[in-house]
Nanobody, 115 residues
Framework: QVQLVESGGGLVQAGGSLRLSCAASGMLFSVNAMGWWRQAPGKQRELVAAITSGRTTNYADSVKGRFAISRDNAKNTVYLQMTSLKPEDTAVYYC?????????WGQGTQVTVSS
């Protein structure tokens, strides 16, 4: 069974940075695309970044140029480096497949950006 464990969230001032991590188990990590999603209060969950097995990346327009997704296949971990954070980035962040059949969601990690 696939397990996804997110970490690295916290409270940060606008303009600050955070690095999120997601450790995956129970899957052949290196051959699978991975994504970072977020869900703000009262809003639908949205995909903000994705990385293929070949390390091609894609970003939502709202985070392009500020967020960077990467992966370490030796550690079965995907990262999200977030810079120039804005209050509207406040959300619970999750990792999962970027499309198709999704895995069971982890607990997520809360990111709160104060103005």
């Amino acid at each position: 069974q696939v397990q996804l464990v997110e970490s690295g969230g916290g409270l940060v001032q606008a303009g600050g940075s955070l690095r999120l991590s997601c450790a995956a188990s129970g899957m052949l990590f290196s051959v699978n695309a991975m994504g970072w999603w977020r869900q703000a209060p009262g809003k639908q969950r949205e995909l903000v970044a994705a990385i293929t097995s070949g390390r091609t990346t894609n970003y939502a327009d709202s985070v392009k140029g500020r967020f960077a997704i990467s992966r370490d296949n030796a550690k079965n971990t995907v990262y999200l480096q977030m810079t120039s954070l804005k209050p509207e980035d406040t959300a619970v962040y999750y990792c999962n497949a970027p499309n198709g059949r999704l895995y069971n969601w982890g607990q997520g990690t809360q990111v709160t950006v104060s103005s």
